[in-house]
């Protein structure tokens, strides 16, 4: 064999951060013993195929038999880094087997079978779900809450038998707090990978769960299917649908999006069917932007966008719970199967400088490749 180089019992590891000889090293689906110190960022032996003798932590108990595809979560020398998945604010270490997921934000096993869906949520859902743990700690129909550790803070998690179609599946759900937000994890695992991602191993990585306050900006423009090339100053970037519509603002969370100038950009599943059409859909989606009332569309007319048909709608209206008094423009721009929606909003005594910076990031939107 002309393409044979040496055998595959010990392989090249690009060490994350300083690792000793045998030391216990999750390499994407792999597992491996080092077989010396590798200083970080260097490149050293790791042996993947053997029989070891690895300590294991003092409250564990393993049963003869038993599947240790999970030891990079449980023994102490295999301490991995959390993974944050792109766009995530909610990072962990994932078992073994599990790999960014291709079309959610989260984990999954090569076959898409076992599947680790991370979202944020408000701030507020995270309170909600202590209260009523300490409420109600036997929970209701069957389901018992339990209360867990993580790297983010006390997470509360459940567990509960269920159906995907015809397959038996077991399905996880924790909440942990977030910073502004609330971090949610949800775990489903079909009955043939039970005996690998059990509840024991599904603990491991919840208890493993971190947050940071921010994704770069960069990292959740990216994930969108257009590229926005110009921010207006705007400070906060906030994703709102994975790859598909964000938020950037100059407020946030904490003080509310609404006080301060801020936009949205997003594609819409949808388009004009004429031309003609295109001034009734602007105005009837003009009525569905979140979190305002007492609206009055005060001006909706064509426009050209970029070199495409576009609508421009403009709205009085009131916003947020302080009642501020806001004008919103609202700009389609029509492709043949979706439409580009872009919104801003700012309160009216602010109109006046936000209105250009508005227009400098609608014309900065331009279509990836």
Not at 63 to 72: D, P
Not at 138 to 166: F, M, R
Request: with cysteine; proline share 6%.
């Amino acid at each position: 064999m002309k393409n044979y180089i040496r055998p595959g019992e010990v392989i090249d590891h690009v060490a994350s951060g300083a690792k000793s000889a045998g030391q216990v090293v999750l390499m994407g689906t792999k597992i491996g013993v080092c077989v010396a110190d590798i200083a970080n960022g260097a490149t050293g032996p790791v042996q993947v195929i053997g029989v070891f003798n690895i300590a294991k932590l003092s409250t564990d108990v393993v049963a003869q038999g038993a599947a240790l595809l999970a030891i990079a979560t449980t023994c102490p020398a295999a301490a991995a880094d959390p993974v944050f998945p792109p766009g995530a604010r909610v990072g962990m270490v994932p078992l073994v087997g599990l790999n960014r997921a291709k079309s959610f934000v989260g984990f999954e096993t090569e076959d898409q079978s076992v599947k680790v869906v991370i979202a944020d949520l408000p701030a507020e859902a995270y309170n909600e779900v202590s209260n009523a743990f300490k409420g109600n700690p036997g929970g209701v129909g069957g389901i018992k809450p339990e209360s867990i550790e993580t790297g983010a803070g006390l997470g509360y998690y459940t567990i509960e038998n269920a159906k995907d179609g015809t397959t038996n599946v077991k399905r996880y759900s924790m909440m942990v707090p977030g910073i502004g937000f609330s971090g949610y994890v949800a775990v489903q695992v079909p009955e043939n990978a039970w005996k690998i991602y059990g509840d024991d191993a599904v603990r491991q990585m919840f208890a493993s769960a971190v947050v940071r306050k921010e994704v770069p900006a960069e990292e959740q423009l990216g994930l969108l299917s257009f590229k926005v090339t110009e921010l207006g100053d705007f400070k906060n970037v906030r994703t709102l649908a994975p790859g598909a519509a964000v938020i950037i603002a100059d407020g946030d969370e904490t003080t509310g999006f609404e006080a301060a100038p801020f936009m949205i950009i997003g594609l819409i599943g949808q388009t004009a069917a004429t031309p003609d059409d295109r001034g009734r859909l602007a105005q009837q989606i003009a009525t569905t932007i979140p979190g305002v009332r007492d609206g009055r569309i005060t001006m909706s007319e064509p426009v050209r966008i970029d070199g495409q048909p576009g609508y421009e709608t403009r709205i009085e209206a009131i916003s947020g719970k302080d009642n501020t008094p806001v004008t919103i423009v609202q700009w389609l721009r029509f492709g043949a199967q979706s439409a580009m929606r872009i919104i801003g909003s700012s309160p009216r005594d602010q109109w006046a400088t936000a209105f250009p910076r508005f227009r400098a990031v609608r014309d900065g939107i331009k279509p990836r490749g």
